[in-house]
């Protein structure tokens, strides 16, 4: 809990690994069926990835996102859920991206 006594939220996953390197000139995320593998590979070579996971909400974490260009891979087969794109952009809109 902070000062205000909300949850601290926590990073998207590779968050801890983006937030050790100096400010990044884009990070990549991932989303959907894969997201894993292919965040893991581009990480591997030297990428700045975060992971989007399927079972949890945009809201739900912390994104270390500003001031950098975000490029978002959708893995999935058929278009993603409309309601979900319109959470994550939410929040990158509220952080000012």
């Known amino acids: 809990m902070n000062k205000m006594g909300y949850r601290k939220k926590p990073l998207p996953p590779y968050g801890k690994e983006l937030l050790k390197q100096r ?5 990549w995320l991932f989303l959907g069926p894969g997201a894993w593998r ?6 591997s070579y030297g990428k700045v ?4 996971p399927e079972d949890k909400s945009p ?3 912390n994104w270390p996102v500003q001031n ?3 490029l ?3 893995l999935h087969n058929n278009a993603t859920d409309e ?4 959470k994550l952009a939410w929040v990158f809109i509220r952080l000012r991206c």
């Open 49 to 52: 990835v975060l992971v989007m």
């Open 59 to 61: 809201e739900d974490f």
């Open 23 to 27: 400010t990044p000139s884009e990070i």
């Open 68 to 70: 950098v260009s975000l």
């Open 38 to 43: 292919y965040a893991k590979s581009c990480y």
């Open 83 to 86: 309601i979900f794109l319109k």
């Open 72 to 74: 978002i891979f959708d």
